[in-house]
């Protein structure tokens, strides 16, 4: 990883200017996504080996600011599977939705974070709690697997369109 680097403002945790903290960036140029350990600063003096890093804010994040990172670690893990993903995908849509985890500990814990007002249901719940922790523990996997979904979704709206010509 060498050069100009991106990432939302959205990614940076309070205060992170001189802290070590786990980042998601992307290399401006070729938009590859990188989780990285690093240090962060608006001052590359504070920084041993500083690179650019732009931090995109703002509700259309269209506002910039130069910001600079010493990257520590990346973690480039491993590539999402873009072909399994999109297959997974296609499979699922053809299955029922339900997931069974035959679990009491589980099902206990959900019950009771409904019943103390957390959520509004089991369901609700337990794909609250998935959801956040697929994004935590597995973002590329979210990422990719959002792309495909807007791919799909287009793909579909695009079939619909032409065919009301």
Do not use: C
Not at 57 to 86: A, C, F, R, S
């Amino acid at each position: 990883m060498a050069g100009k680097y991106v990432t939302s403002e959205n990614n940076l945790p309070e205060d992170p200017e001189g802290k070590e903290i786990r980042l998601q960036v992307s290399d401006e140029e070729t938009k590859e996504i990188f989780d990285i350990k690093a240090k962060v600063d608006t001052d590359p003096e504070n920084l041993s080996d500083p690179e650019r890093l732009t931090v995109v804010k703002g509700p259309h994040e269209n506002i910039e600011e130069e910001w600079y990172v010493d990257v520590i670690e990346t973690d480039d893990g491993e590539q999402v599977d873009h072909e399994l993903l999109k297959s997974a995908m296609e499979r699922v849509d053809d299955q029922s939705t339900v997931i069974n985890t035959r679990s009491k500990e589980v099902k206990t814990l959900l019950q009771y974070l409904t019943e103390r007002g957390e959520f509004e249901s089991v369901s609700e719940a337990s794909r609250t709690i998935m959801l956040e922790y697929l994004s935590d523990a597995y973002p590329e996997v979210v990422s990719e697997y959002i792309d495909l979904k807007v791919e799909s979704e287009r793909s579909e709206l695009t079939s619909e369109l032409r065919e009301g010509e």
